[in-house]
């Protein structure tokens, strides 16, 4: 597994782009290829789940969309995945409430992101509950990985972002904006 301070690997995976629901919504693709080069500038927010049409992993997404405004105004995109096809991911959006015009980007990653970061589980050949916060250079400057039946605190990830960020010392525990060392 790729960890802090290495560069993201080269990768390409299909996105279905945020609020899309149908692969095409008046005249335009809901798909965006994504590369380690797309989003120039940005900090990105790599998260990735086990499978769709599950059950924690929808409860993570939803978290992630909440704070979406949130890592926007920290120049960061959030860009979340599986190993399932992009249109199961719009198929996924249409069938759950709490998906539907989803706010963020949702990749089909094909291998070469969850391999290329070494997160896929050997035994159910899923990705594992895995973040990444990458810097607007590429390179990893955190990355946690939770067991499949675990979900994260999409919080805590706005929190480590705010923190990295701030170029500082941070206490443990310190709030989004609060105070450094």
């Known amino acids: 597994m790729l960890t802090v301070g290495d560069k993201l690997p080269d990768f390409s995976v299909v996105a279905a782009k ?3 629901n149908m692969p095409e919504e008046n005249g335009e693709s809901a798909f965006e290829t994504v590369t380690q080069e797309s989003f120039a500038g940005k900090w990105k927010i790599i998260f990735f789940y086990p499978k769709d049409f599950t059950f924690v992993c929808p409860t993570e997404i939803v978290e992630f969309a909440k704070l979406n ?19 199961v991911k719009l198929a996924w959006r249409r069938e759950h409430p709490d998906l539907d015009r989803l706010n963020q980007y949702s990749f089909a990653d094909n291998g070469s992101l969850v391999d290329g970061l070494g997160v ?5 050949n899923v ?8 810097d607007p250079h590429n390179v990893i400057q955190h990355v946690s990985v939770n067991n499949l039946n675990v979900g994260r605190n999409p919080a805590e990830i706005l929190r480590i972002l705010d923190g990295l960020q701030t170029d500082e010392l941070c206490p ?8 450094t060392l």
């Open 120 to 124: 896929r589980d050997k035994e159910e």
């Open 18 to 20: 945020p609020k899309f």
């Open 172 to 179: 443990c525990n310190r709030a989004v904006g609060g105070d």
């Open 127 to 134: 990705a594992l509950r895995a973040t990444f916060v990458v």
């Open 69 to 87: 405004e949130e890592f926007a105004d920290r120049d960061a995109v959030v860009l979340g995945g599986s190993t399932d096809n992009e249109f």
